[in-house]
């Protein structure tokens, strides 16, 4: 069955750039989103069709995917985006999330 | 304004039923794509389940067989009847709308979710 690997933790700092990976078999091939959950929040939508942005999402996340691996990137993270995130991906009806990341602002 | 509200939820034994609502406002269930995701206390999430057309349901593996995803298009609501509960199914539980354009699905509305817990 089709998997998706995200790192369980990534760390910055204010300021600074975060990058969140998120790796799946040829998963350039498909299309991936990205999620936010906040302590007690429900998830919400960051980033669809590897890059593309709902309208009311900052334009300080962004989405890139290609070969076997899609990438969410902060820039200038702010405190207020300490929280999980995930990727998912569509596959053979089958609806995926990688296991998720802790985003950590020191 | 877009809601989804889930309810339903509670303490249930091992081998029990329980029903979900998802009650939704803002758009229809009948032209959208609809589906349950779960939580796990501590862990990441996991799709459940998902209903279109009326007809036409998919489940994940862990779930086949035990639940069943229906919606009332009178009340606007999708449903989630899970039976033969088990410990590995205690979640929040989260209905979701369900995205799906030019080969890609994803989830742009989401409820406050509902807790299930199986335990005896």
């Known amino acids: 069955s089709y998997e998706l690997t995200q790192p369980p933790s990534v760390s910055v700092s204010p300021g600074q750039t975060a990058s969140i990976t998120c790796s799946g078999d040829k998963l350039g091939d498909k299309y991936a989103s990205w999620y936010q959950q906040k302590p007690g929040q429900s998830p919400i939508l960051l980033i669809y069709q590897d890059y593309k942005r709902p309208s009311e999402i900052p334009e300080r996340f962004s989405g890139s995917n290609s070969g076997n691996t899609a990438t969410l990137t902060i820039s200038g993270t702010q405190a207020m985006d300490e929280a999980d995130y995930y990727c998912q991906a569509w596959d053979s009806n089958t609806w995926l999330f990688g296991g998720g990341t802790k985003v950590t602002v020191l | ?120």
């Open chain 2, 1 to 120: 304004e877009v809601q989804l509200v889930e309810s339903g939820g509670g303490l249930i034994q091992p081998g029990g039923s329980l029903r979900l609502s998802c009650v939704v406002s803002g758009f229809t269930v009948s032209s959208n794509y609809m589906s349950w995701v779960r939580q796990a206390p501590g862990k990441g999430l996991e799709w459940v389940s998902l209903v279109y057309n009326g007809d036409t349901t998919y489940y994940a593996d862990p779930v086949k067989g035990r639940f069943t995803i229906s919606r009332d298009i009178s009340k606007n609501t999708v449903y989630l009847q899970m039976n033969s509960l088990r410990a590995a199914d205690t979640a929040v539980y989260y209905c979701a709308r369900t995205a799906s354009e030019s080969y890609d699905s994803f989830f742009d509305y989401w409820g406050q979710g509902t807790l299930v817990t199986v335990s005896s």
